[in-house]
């Protein structure tokens, strides 16, 4: 059964009623929520988007031919939860501008790095979708997986404070089919129209060319506490679920509901998740903001570093699945973007793994030349009538075409699918292959030797038969009109931790923010979500309190906290995959060396050795030990734990060296797991930490081992008190 786009609201049945028959030059306008004018919000629709009109001295909006608009919150649709409408002109020419706006560089997503590798499926889906990749358990299917941000251009720093691209390519035996997310399961708009004001907000400002790869200045936050919707997603990018510690230790989902149908016809809505096999982790921000100037290609580097090693990082995807039922009684409407569900409420299933193997041949024809659509599905697979995941549909064609110089983008290597194709698609740009023989259209009557390809109606995709049933108008759904209980949700959710971090990141992002009354806006949306932490924001910023923003709808404040939403409650088993750096200097105790370097490499990790120099150290015992970094280029920020192991001598070196007292300074600061030698603590003094806690360990050849299970813990948080 399908959704039904026909259930209206009764303010919605009083609408249509009002408005049935009449030119829509009679039409009254859309019915908003007033709010006052001292808090600068716009009134909100019965849907929840904002609105701001000509009526006060301001020019009319008009498309690029002089027509007037009337709305530029919400594209045409059937009805206000139905499919978007190929005639809207208003959006076909925002968004074509907006992909066409430059080249050769991505918009969005402009720096990433991408991998090889299989999904292999784990997990029979056949009662729920018919397509053979999630029918065919033990099946490997080649994939290519591109990570990025998406605010920064090309050369910014990987470590910026963003959300990260998550797209997946599968090649599979029935075409392509790309999964494109992120590692965010909501979004800030509910409607693919405003995505152009989105990007233009949170790019550089175009009067001064920046800030660059930043959210932290005044046109992002002017938008976004102007479009409650965003509030969400606000907590999220506030969190350190945007300075992940590496693209291996994060989720990726797929944003969006989908369909999955089966033989009979039968659907099953469907969301998707990528659960990193390593588990989640991310780091500070004042260690963020170092590493992206000690490595500003850290993550790159790092997931680099992990594949040619043999560490091939491994995600597990999941599927929440669910009925027309669930969605009718939810409290929110599975077609908005900017909600999730919670897994509490459907469990994820775990259905197969994807691994990645193998890195590009070459960055420039697979990283940069891949193209991903959300229009790329196969047999079995469907979309719904989510606003934004429409839009994108229609974007992403477009974008490619302009990005890539031709239509024939599927012929670069990366893009071409794996399994048979045959159609009549001809010339253009850079076409490296054209129908063969004299038939290039059809019907004809060629035979089956010269004749080409012919349709399939028992293999060939179908969809999912909707009944649709609405008037033509440009609406937002008044069930996408809660935009602050979800955000409550996800902040109770997190540790005390957590939430100091998401204080202190709306803290220091505001503060970059010249205009007091867009600080102020926003704050007044924060007491919607936690009242403590928008005091605690406001006082942060020496701001008087606002009164709270007026909902468009009251929020729910009685929704559970969900463990899976906190980075903090779903800790790695293991320290495997991540770095030890040990500080060493000659005449170290190579007996500790030995063992640290033994205990490291049977958890799985890395073990990294700084030196004075980097042609290495020579130990106790006249071994020669390599140096992977030199002190002043290989500060602590880049590893997950560190340990001291020097001789007296080499001790008297280190105090002397600036970088070295940085190198132990920023380790205990950034909360890290420390291993000592005694005749290493005189650093500790120089560097300012005069009280060792248990976060601090003294190093023997005889507890090596135990000293790396307590690096399990990634952090030592008490330290925080």
């Not at 920046?210 to 046109?219: C, G, L, M």
């Not at 992206?292 to 790092?302: E, S, V």
């Not at 440009?474 to 955000?487: I, K, N």
């Not at 002397?656 to 132990?664: C, K, L, T």
Request: hydrophobic share 40%.
């Amino acid at each position: 059964m399908a959704i039904k786009t026909k259930r209206k609201t009764a303010t919605q049945k009083a609408a249509a009623k009002k408005t049935a028959g009449k030119k829509p030059a009679a039409r009254k306008k859309a019915k908003t929520n007033k709010t006052s004018a001292r808090s600068g919000l716009p009134p909100l629709d019965q849907g929840g988007a904002p609105r701001q009109t000509a009526d006060e001295g301001y020019e009319t909006m008009t498309t690029q031919q002089g027509v007037p608009i009337a709305d530029d919150q919400n594209h045409l649709k059937v009805g206000a939860r139905g499919p978007m409408l190929t005639e809207d002109q208003v959006f076909r020419e925002k968004i074509f501008h907006f992909d066409h706006e430059r080249i050769p560089e991505r918009v969005v997503h402009a720096r990433g790095f991408g991998a090889h590798g299989f999904f292999e499926l784990t997990d029979d889906l056949s009662d729920v979708s018919c397509a053979r990749i999630l029918t065919e358990v033990g099946e490997k299917t080649p994939a290519f997986v591109r990570f990025s941000t998406v605010a920064g251009n090309k050369g910014s720093p990987d470590l910026a404070r963003d959300v990260r691209g998550f797209a997946v390519k599968l090649y599979t035996k029935e075409g392509n089919w790309d999964i494109v997310g992120n590692n965010i399961p909501v979004f800030f708009i509910q409607d693919a129209i405003k995505f152009p004001d989105l990007i233009h907000a949170a790019k550089q400002e175009p009067d001064r060319g920046f800030p660059q790869a930043q959210t932290a200045h005044d046109n992002f936050w002017d938008f976004v506490s102007l479009s409650p919707e965003s509030v969400n997603m606000l907590m999220w990018i506030m969190s350190d679920r945007t300075i992940p510690r590496s693209f291996r230790f994060m989720e990726g989902f797929g944003v969006h509901t989908f369909r999955l149908v089966n033989e009979k016809g039968k659907s099953t809505f469907v969301k998707f998740h990528w659960k990193p096999k390593q588990g989640l982790q991310s780091v500070v921000w004042n260690e963020a903001l170092k590493i992206n100037g000690a490595d500003p290609d850290f993550h790159r580097r790092d997931m680099w570093d992990a594949i040619n090693s043999g560490d091939y990082p491994e995600w597990e995807l999941g599927v929440q699945l669910f009925d027309e039922k669930f969605a009718e009684k939810f409290d929110f409407d599975v077609l908005d973007a900017t909600k999730l569900i919670p897994e509490e409420d459907v469990p994820v299933r775990i259905i197969g793994r994807l691994v990645l193997d193998r890195v590009v041949d070459n960055f420039f024809a697979e990283t940069e030349q891949v193209a991903f659509c959300t229009q790329n599905i196969v047999r079995g697979v469907d979309f719904t009538n989510d606003p934004l995941l429409q839009g994108r549909n229609f974007s992403y064609l477009d974008t490619q075409l302009k990005r890539l110089g031709s239509p024939n983008f599927t012929h670069i290597p990366v893009n071409a699918p794996k399994c048979p194709f045959a159609h009549f698609q001809q010339d253009g740009h850079m076409a490296m292959a054209n129908p063969k023989g004299r038939a290039n259209y059809e019907p004809n009557s060629w035979g089956t030797e010269d004749g080409g390809p012919r349709e399939d109606p028992e293999r060939g995709y179908f969809s999912y038969p909707e009944q649709i049933d609405g008037a033509k108008r440009r609406v937002r759904s008044e069930t996408f009109a809660d935009h602050y209980s979800q955000a409550r949700q996800f902040y109770i959710s997190q540790t005390e931790t957590e939430q100091t971090h998401i204080a202190n990141a709306f803290t220091f992002e505001l503060s970059k923010v010249d205009n007091e009354e867009i600080r102020a806006r926003v704050v007044s949306h924060l007491r919607n979500v936690d009242d403590t932490l928008a005091k605690t924001v406001a006082q942060n910023l020496g701001l008087d309190l606002p009164a709270a923003a007026k909902p468009a709808r009251k929020p729910i404040t009685n929704l559970k906290p969900s463990d899976a939403l906190s980075i903090m409650k779903n800790p790695p088993a293991s320290f495997a995959g991540r770095k030890l750096g040990v500080l060493v200097s000659d005449g170290a105790p190579g007996s500790v060396i030995r063992t640290l370097k033994s205990a490291v490499k049977a958890e799985g990790a890395m073990f990294k050795v700084v030196a004075p120099k980097i042609g290495g150290v020579t130990l106790d015992n006249g071994d020669h030990l390599p140096a992977d970094e030199k002190i002043d280029g290989g500060p602590s920020v880049l590893f997950d734990a560190v340990a001291l192991v020097m001789s007296e001598e080499g001790c008297e070196t280190f105090l002397a060296m600036p970088p070295a007292r940085d190198f132990v300074a920023d380790a205990f600061a950034h909360k890290k797991f420390i291993g000592y030698v005694e005749t290493a603590k005189p650093l500790f003094d120089k560097a300012g930490v005069d009280d060792l806690d248990e976060g601090c360990v003294a190093l023997s050849r005889g507890n090596a081992k135990s000293f790396v299970e307590t690096l399990r813990d990634l952090r030592f948080w008490a330290r925080d008190a």
